[in-house]
C-alpha cells in the first residue's frame, strides 16, 4: 500500500499539467485547421473523439485489471513472506523441503502474470489505435475536402494542414501513457482513501487513568489494580464474540499466565488488554504505559543496538542489564560486530527475533508488560522474575515449567475463562525472589536490590531497575567483620540466589574482609588502584625519561 501505490501516484503527478493541457492543444489545433480546410477539418475531429470514447472504455477496462492485478500482487507477497519466514525460522536448507514451498508461490505467480498479460496487451491495443490516429485524421480530412467539397488542394494549405496534423500527433500519442498513468494512480489514491477512511480506534475500547474520574479511578488505585476487565464481550463480529463475560483482575507486580489450547484466544486476550478488539460490552481499566511483544517481532532494519534503544538515549548500565536478563550476550558476540550487527543483514532465528524484540520492550521500562511470546524457563527467570519484578507483567506461555512455577501470582485459563490464584507462591523477605538457579561461575555475584528514587513519569510503586543500587543481603545476626567500622559481615548460607553480572559492578571495591560483606562493595566512579610505593631509582628513571622528553 506504501510502496507500490505511492509509487504511482507519484509517477502520475510529473504528468498532472498533462491532463489539461492537452484537450486545449487540440482545440486550438482544430481551430486552426478550420481556418485552412473549413468543415473538412471536423472530419478529423470526428475520428479524434471516436479514438478519444474508444481510449476511455478501454481505460476502463485497463483500471479494472490493474486493480485484480495490485490485489494477485499483494496475495503473491503475502505468501512468498510466508515461504521466507518459514525456510529461516524452520532453517529449512535441503532443496527438496524447499521444493515443497515452490507450488503455492508458482500458482499465485501465475495468477498474476495472467492479469499482467491481460493488462499489458489491453495497453497495446490503445497504444496502436493512437499511433495511427493522426495518419487516419490527415487522410480523412484531405481526402474529404477535395472529394466531397471539391475544393481544389494547394501547396499552402497542402502544408499548412501537414504541419497542424502533425501538432495532433504529440499529444495523441502522449494521451494513452497520461491515461494509463492516470488509471494507476486513480486506482492507488482509492486504495488509500479507503485506508484512511476506516473506522477510527475507539478511544474508550481501554480506559486510563486519564479518562476516569477521581472516585473511580481511587476504586483501582485502592487496591492496586493495573488491569482490569470486567465483565467484557469482545470480538470481530457482534454476531460471534469471541469472549463472553470475560473478567480478569491483574494487580501492580504480579505475574499473570495466560494458557490454554491451540487457537483458544490467548494473542486475543492480549488484543484486548491493548484495545485492537472490538468491545461489545464491558469495561477494560490499564494504568500504565503498556510494553507489547508479539509473537511475530517486528525489527526495523537498524542494528541490534538501535532495535532496542529504539529512539531512547543510550544508558551503559541500563543496557547491559537487559542484555544479561534477556539472553543476548551469546547473540551480541556471535557476530564479528556485536550489537552493531544490522538485523537485516544477517540471519536471525525467530527465537533471536524474539529476544531482541523483548529487550526493547524491556529497555522502554514501561509499567505493564504484555508478552505473547515463548520464553525458555532461563529468560522467564532472568527477566519476568528478575529484571521486572516490579512490573506487572501478562505472558502467554504453554511451558509447564513456566505455568506451574511458584513465583507466579496467576493462572489464567483462556479456553475455560477461569483465573486460579497461585496460592503456593513462594514468600520471600524483602524485595528478594528466589527465583533463580544457583551458579558456580565467577561472572556472577549476589546482590539485594533497594527501593529506587520516585520521578513524576513513575508513580509511587513503580520502580526503575537501572537505578538501584547494589550491594550486599543483611542476615539477622549482627556480627563485625572488623575491618571496618560498621562493617557488618554476615553468613553466606542467609543470602538469597539473585544474581547480577560481575561487569556491572566492575567499579565497587570490595573491603579487606575474607568474604563478602555489608560494605564490601563501595561506589566509586574508577576502578580503585592499591596505592604502592615507588624506589628511589625507580623514581629517578622517570624523572630522567620526564626531561628527556621535555627537552
Not at 193 to 222: G, I, M, S
Not at 402 to 430: M, Q, T, W, Y
Not at 487 to 504: D, E, F, G, L
Request: charged share 25%; proline share 4%.
Amino acid at each position: 500500500l506504501f510502496t507500490s501505490d505511492i509509487m504511482w501516484i507519484v509517477s502520475f503527478s510529473n504528468y498532472t499539467h498533462q491532463v489539461w493541457i492537452i484537450p486545449v492543444q487540440l482545440g486550438l489545433v482544430l481551430y486552426l485547421l478550420y481556418n485552412v480546410l473549413g468543415y473538412a477539418a471536423f472530419v478529423g475531429a470526428g475520428i479524434i473523439v471516436v479514438t478519444l470514447v474508444l481510449n476511455s472504455g478501454l481505460a476502463h477496462a485497463q483500471r479494472g485489471l490493474w486493480r485484480s492485478l495490485m490485489v494477485l500482487k499483494d496475495k503473491r507477497m503475502k505468501v512468498l513472506e510466508a515461504a521466507f519466514s518459514t525456510i529461516v525460522d524452520q532453517k529449512v536448507e535441503t532443496v527438496a523441503d524447499r521444493q515443497k514451498l515452490l507450488p503455492d508461490i508458482q500458482a499465485h505467480r501465475e495468477k498474476e502474470l495472467g492479469a499482467l498479460w491481460g493488462a499489458f496487451s489491453l495497453s497495446a491495443v490503445v497504444t496502436a489505435i493512437l499511433y495511427t490516429a493522426p495518419i487516419l485524421v490527415t487522410t480523412a480530412s484531405l481526402a474529404f475536402y477535395t472529394l466531397v467539397l471539391h475544393q481544389p488542394i494547394t501547396a499552402t494549405k497542402v502544408f499548412t494542414s501537414l504541419a497542424l496534423f502533425r501538432s495532433l500527433r504529440a499529444p495523441l500519442i502522449g494521451l494513452p501513457q497520461i491515461t494509463a498513468h492516470f488509471m494507476q494512480a486513480l486506482v492507488a489514491l482509492r486504495r488509500l482513501r479507503d485506508f484512511l477512511n476506516l473506522t477510527e480506534k475507539d478511544p474508550n475500547l481501554v480506559l486510563t487513568p486519564n479518562q476516569l474520574t477521581a472516585v473511580q479511578y481511587e476504586q483501582y488505585a485502592t487496591n492496586n489494580v493495573d488491569i482490569a476487565i470486567e465483565d467484557g464481550s469482545f470480538g470481530w463480529d457482534a454476531d460471534k464474540p469471541m469472549f463472553r463475560g470475560l473478567n480478569l483482575q491483574v494487580k501492580r507486580a504480579e505475574v499473570v499466565i495466560l494458557h490454554g489450547d491451540d487457537k483458544s484466544g490467548k494473542t486475543s486476550l492480549c488484543n484486548v488488554i491493548l484495545g485492537e478488539l472490538e468491545k461489545y460490552e464491558g469495561s477494560v481499566f490499564v494504568g500504565g504505559r503498556v510494553a507489547y511483544c508479539s509473537e511475530d517481532p517486528w525489527l526495523q532494519r537498524l542494528t541490534i543496538r538501535d532495535n532496542i534503544l529504539f529512539g531512547k538515549p543510550y544508558d551503559r548500565a541500563r543496557y547491559n542489564l537487559v542484555l544479561e536478563a534477556c539472553g543476548l550476550r551469546v547473540l551480541e558476540d556471535g557476530f564479528p560486530f556485536g550489537d552493531r550487527t544490522v538485523v537485516d543483514g544477517t540471519k536471525l532465528s525467530k527465537a533471536d527475533r524474539i529476544r531482541v524484540a523483548l529487550a526493547r520492550a524491556c529497555y522502554s521500562d514501561a509499567d505493564i508488560y504484555v508478552l505473547d511470546i515463548a520464553i525458555d524457563e532461563t529468560t522467564f527467570q532472568s527477566c519476568v522474575l528478575g529484571l521486572l519484578r516490579h512490573k506487572t507483567v501478562v505472558l502467554v506461555s504453554e511451558d509447564p515449567a513456566v505455568i506451574e512455577s511458584p513465583c507466579i501470582d496467576k493462572r489464567f485459563d483462556v479456553g475455560k475463562n477461569v483465573a486460579v490464584e497461585n496460592k503456593a507462591k513462594a514468600k520471600l523477605h524483602g524485595h528478594l525472589v528466589d527465583a533463580l538457579p544457583s551458579t558456580s561461575s565467577s561472572s556472577l555475584v549476589l546482590f539485594r536490590v533497594s527501593r529506587g528514587f520516585q520521578t513524576d513519569l513513575h508513580p509511587p510503586g513503580r520502580k526503575r531497575f537501572w537505578e538501584e543500587e547494589a550491594h550486599i543481603l543483611e542476615q539477622d545476626v549482627p556480627s563485625r567483620c572488623g575491618r571496618r567500622t560498621g562493617c557488618s559481615r554476615r553468613s553466606r548460607a542467609s543470602w538469597s540466589t539473585r544474581y547480577v553480572p560481575r561487569r556491572h559492578t566492575d567499579n565497587l571495591r570490595p573491603c579487606d574482609a575474607s568474604f563478602p560483606c555489608q560494605n564490601s562493595f563501595k561506589k566509586m566512579a574508577t576502578p580503585a588502584r592499591r596505592p604502592t610505593k615507588r624506589s628511589a631509582a625507580t623514581s629517578k628513571r622517570r624523572g630522567g625519561r620526564l626531561w628527556a622528553f621535555l627537552w
